[in-house]
T-cell receptor
Framework: NAGVTQTPKFQVLKTGQSMTLQCAQDMNHEYMSWYRQDPGMGLRLIHYSVGAGITDQGEVPNGYNVSRSTTEDFPLRLLSAAPSQTSVYFC????????????FGQGTRLTVV | KQEVTQIPAALSVPEGENLVLNCSFTDSAIYNLQWFRQDPGKGLTSLLLIQSSQREQTSGRLNASLDKSSGRSTLYIAASQPGDSATYLCAVRSDRGSTLGRLYFGRGTQLTVWP
């Protein structure tokens, strides 16, 4: 009964380093997405995918890359970390783009120093 | 662009009170509206999902209503308890072609229920 699993839970990076945040779901969901949550702001969409091999940009895509080689996995890559990317990152999945329920992972708290 | 607003931003009440949390959105082209609970340092837990064709949805002490035409939803919490203390988020899923399937979130209502 795993649902959406994110790793790691916490990460500290130095400016300029790169890393990959992992997201996996076991519900055979087609739609997956990444959000960032900053104090005083709502969750904002970074990138999303409507199925394996298909990705697109959300509201705040700069500095991030994604790929979707399988239905289960949707990793988020930070190319060259900046302090402005300090945030809590959430991965979500749903059965499709229509009238479906969204399920969220537990989040990754990232600090860039 | 869809804008989602939640009022109040924070609420502090004694145990036992009945509460109303408000959510409004600017674009009525939505598939559904979902209410979430977020505990400090944790992820989002889905509480209720209301389809755009529905007027309300109930789960235990929680009741959510939706008026799609006026762009409003309320989350009613009956007989509040200290364990209800958390941040409550609402999100709408877009039914508009250019943003199909995207979720738009409010900033949340931080609820504190004291004994």
């Amino acid at each position: 009964n795993a649902g959406v699993t994110q790793t790691p839970k916490f990460q500290v990076l130095k400016t300029g380093q790169s890393m990959t945040l992992q997201c996996a779901q076991d519900m055979n969901h087609e739609y997956m997405s990444w959000y960032r949550q900053d104090p005083g702001m709502g969750l904002r969409l970074i990138h999303y995918s409507v199925g394996a091999g298909i990705t697109d940009q959300g509201e705040v895509p700069n500095g991030y890359n994604v790929s979707r080689s399988t239905t289960e996995d949707f990793p988020l890559r930070l190319l060259s970390a900046a302090p402005s990317q300090t945030s809590v990152y959430f991965c979500a999945s749903s059965r499709g783009v229509g009238n479906t329920e969204a399920f969220f992972g537990q989040g990754t708290r990232l600090t860039v120093v | 662009k869809q804008e989602v607003t939640q009022i109040p931003a924070a609420l502090s009440v004694p145990e036992g009170e009945n509460l109303v949390l408000n959510c409004s959105f600017t674009d009525s082209a939505i598939y559904n509206l979902q209410w979430f609970r977020q505990d400090p340092g944790k992820g989002l837990t889905s509480l209720l999902l209301i389809q755009s064709s529905q007027r309300e949805q109930t789960s235990g002490r929680l009741n959510a209503s939706l008026d799609k035409s006026s762009g409003r939803s309320t989350l009613y919490i009956a007989a509040s308890q200290p364990g209800d203390s958390a941040t409550y988020l609402c999100a709408v899923r877009s039914d508009r072609g250019s943003t199909l399937g995207r979720l738009y979130f409010g900033r949340g209502t931080q609820l504190t229920v004291w004994p």
